[in-house]
């Protein structure tokens, strides 16, 4: 029942509207984008844990993989 994970992500800068494909990497997530079409430097979102999932088509790859946001959040310790 695994679904295959996709590396490819679109990213729209919000500035000038450049969308980009991106691959993405798999074991970290990516804070910091910088647009090829206005040098503007995208950061992720509050909230989201990367570009791709503030300004990409699909989300990152452990976002798809585990179903949840969040995914580079270091979990809260208990207590
Ligand atoms: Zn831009």
Redesign the pocket.
């Known amino acids: 029942m695994r679904r295959p994970v996709i590396l490819e992500s679109t990213v729209t ?1 919000p ?2 509207g ?1 969308a980009t494909a991106e691959t993405m990497p798999t074991d970290a997530c990516q804070f910091f984008y910088d ?1 090829a ?4 430097l995208l950061r992720s979102k509050p909230g989201d844990c990367c570009v791709f999932c503030s300004y990409g088509t699909v989300p990152c790859p452990p976002v798809q993989a585990d179903g949840k946001l969040g995914c580079c959040a270091p979990p809260k310790p208990e207590g």
């Open positions: 800068c500035a000038c450049t647009c079409g206005c040098g503007t």
